[in-house]
């Protein structure tokens, strides 16, 4: 491991959803064995850092986002001796290693939680949670819903009720109260002291409420969105930002290369810069490009205006193209309306699979030449789709009943990875054993044995593209701008000497003048890129013509969850 302070400026790290990415002891559930055993196979592609979902003692009502022990590891992924070696083993190989922490709420089965049921109304126990009586109606106490679907508020056997933003196994904590800030700097320790590299803080933009839980005003257009007004009673609230400052003084404690980075699905970016302004935390995801369409201009605007907000703080940027929460890229833009967030678990017509693939292919070109740092997710680079006819029986996302089974969830982007062989579950488990979500037969050809011995396959471009990111010094951090091009072909130069051109504008392009081809997500012929394709070109900067004007926020990058 490069003993590099900044290391996550640019840093492109790999999303474990632990369940789906590989299991050792052969229960059909991804494991910290898994990982152990597939760390070459990472070193291999070229990732810096991995992030895994969390690992705790977890009843796994939302897929371990439910927390009953934040200071050990469920036995279903192994033990806390399992996950030193594997933080040991990492550092080992030369990578990173990021850990999940779940501070807006705990699991019902959280001794705090357990402990506050017992103790009753008005005890110091309760005091640790929103716990609230209702209206005199016999309503909760105020309209706030769930992200999962219904109410935000369930009704313990005394009367009283406990807010969740999410499932009601997710009571949320109250973070007004001391307890709860010195329980989380204790177990930021607690990790760091193990060696851990950083945390992926969950919700970053929910921790604090308005104390007065007042209703959400119903000219709010979605009462779950986060507003751009600072008067939302729950989401990205200004008082936030000094949790995120003591957090920092922990971090910095044990040096200048432990970090964190935030999941804040903010209103814009000039928000989420607040996040990662120098004395808070490092990095945040940028979820307006992950939400952004295949669109010239949205992507171009979305780029200037994410770096033009972190410049101002003087963070990096980051980019991400999928995550477990989302509906996987290939999918999205495979679909006539390619724009991400919002509802779109729920199917949105027809899927193009084979241009969603050629589009995804381009789009990882764009990512991997933005200045900052990426993320990639599981499965990305074998091109998986989202599976959107997952048999309801095996649904587990609280989204599915939650909703009144109207929307399917999130499973269809959490399915295990196909590995090898032919036939499930492909080498995701020793042995026959089915995995905890069902593989479809068609991955037989997306397997990462199979791609990587066809040199044309996503997992060769992921491979190939990682390689000349790391070795091209115009790449990561450091001096880009945009050169004019036709509508529809966003051209950046990074400087020294490469240009990276997209076409997105339906027909082939012509190439700018370059030196020779780096790399290219399509074959080229004619020397022209043809549609939906990228290309890396080496070019001499003085060729280079004068930089395109910056646009302005994207009409169609507005916020949407899930
Ligand atoms: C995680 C989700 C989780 C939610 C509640 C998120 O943002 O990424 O997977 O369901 O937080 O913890």
Redesign the pocket.
Known sequence: MAADASWWRDAVIYEIYIRSFGDGDGDGLGDIAGIRSRLPYLRDLGVDAIWI?PWYPSPMA??G??VADYCDIDPRFGTLADAQELIDEVHAQGMRIIVDL?P??TSDHHPWFQEALAAGPGSPERARYLFRDGTSSGGPPNNWRS??GGPAWTRVADGQWYLHL??AH?PDLDWQHRDVRAEFESILRFWLDRGVDGFRV??AHGLIKHADLPDIPTDHEDMLEPPDRTDHPHWDRPEVHEIYRSWRAIAESYGPDRVFVA?A?VAKPERLACYVRPDELHTAFNFDFLRCSWHADALRAVVDCTTRALDAVGAPPTWVLS???ITRHVTRYGRASTRGGGSQHESHGPVDVALGRRRARAALLLMLALPGSAYLYQGEELGLEELEDLPIEVLQD?TWERSGRTARG?DGCRVPLPWSGFRPPFGFSPGDTPPWLPQPQRWVSLTAELQKREPDSMLALYHRALGVRRNHSALGEGGWSWLPSATGVLALHRTPGLVCIVNISGGPTALPRHERVLLSSEPLPDGALPADSAAWLEVADHHVPQRAAATSFPTDGVPGRW
């Open positions: 979902t939302d897929g986002y439910d779940v807006n709420h992200v999962f999410f499932d997710q969950d919700v999941e699905w995550n477990h929460d609280p999130r």
